[in-house]
């Protein structure tokens, strides 16, 4: 078991709304990222954190965003919820600095359903 | 053009068997790491075992190793003596060294028969 935390668990949420997914990462780590996982697909990539700044971003609509807190923690947000959203989003951190590269541990996920 | 290709969608294997999950890669970047993860139907992510582009010998954890072919650019996982908790999808991932984003294969779903 990591300890990588995410909130809800579970969430069903309405076209249109607007959701917030919380994130602790492992004691230490300083960079987390966020993934979309649609259902029988591999994750994709949101963005990532490294102490408090965004330093990468894959292929998603600025209606995703997201904050990293001065202890590492994380949220992510989505505004203007579309069907398409539903999926599980899944936190990783791992300890980094620029340039090298490390394993990011996983949370167990937050199922999102958009209705 | 896909970075990360996973072959088999799905294995069926013997428990106690040894199982091969085939993973090929494309990067230019000569920097980079290969990762494999499991994930069991709970839905979390479980770090396996990683190898670095620069590594000269095949990296291996417990029952677990990674069979790194450079120039034919392929990263296969191998699980010794199958167990019944090793069915799960599994998931081969990279990282660039230009770019921090796990880029992940489709997966494939192994089933260990008893």
């Known amino acids: 078991e990591t300890g990588v935390t995410q909130s809800p668990t579970h969430l069903i949420k309405t076209r249109g709304q607007q959701v917030t997914l919380r994130c602790s990462s492992q004691?230490?780590?300083?960079?987390v990222s966020w993934y979309q996982q649609a259902l029988g697909q591999g994750p994709q990539f949101i963005f990532q954190?490294?102490?408090?700044?965004?330093?990468g971003r894959g292929n998603f609509p600025p209606r995703f965003s997201g904050l990293q807190f001065p202890n590492y923690s994380s949220e992510l947000n989505v505004n203007a919820l579309e069907l398409d959203d539903s999926a599980l989003y899944l936190c990783?951190?791992?300890?980094?600095?620029?340039?090298?590269?490390?394993?990011?541990?996983f949370g167990q996920g937050t199922r999102l359903t958009v209705v | 053009a896909q970075k990360i290709t996973q072959t088999q969608p799905g294995m069926f294997v013997q428990e106690k068997e040894a199982v091969t999950l085939d993973c090929t890669y494309d990067?230019?970047?000569?920097?980079?790491?290969l990762f494999w993860y499991k994930q069991p139907s709970s839905g979390e992510m479980i770090f396996l075992i990683y190898?670095?582009?620069?590594d000269q010998q095949n990296a291996t954890e417990g029952r677990y190793s990674l069979n790194f072919q450079k120039a034919r650019k392929s990263a296969n996982l191998v699980i010794s003596a199958s167990q019944l908790g090793d069915s799960a999808m599994y998931f081969c991932?990279?990282?660039?060294?230009?770019?921090?984003?796990?880029?992940w294969g489709a997966g494939t779903k192994l089933i260990i028969k008893p």
């Open positions: 990783a951190s791992s300890l980094a600095d620029l340039g090298t590269l490390a394993e990011a541990f």
């Open positions: 004691s230490g780590h300083n960079t």
């Open positions: 954190y490294y102490r408090e700044e965004e330093n």
């Open positions: 990067t230019s970047d000569p920097s980079y790491g």
């Open positions: 190898q670095g582009s620069y």
């Open positions: 991932a990279m990282r660039e060294d230009s770019n921090y984003q796990l880029i």
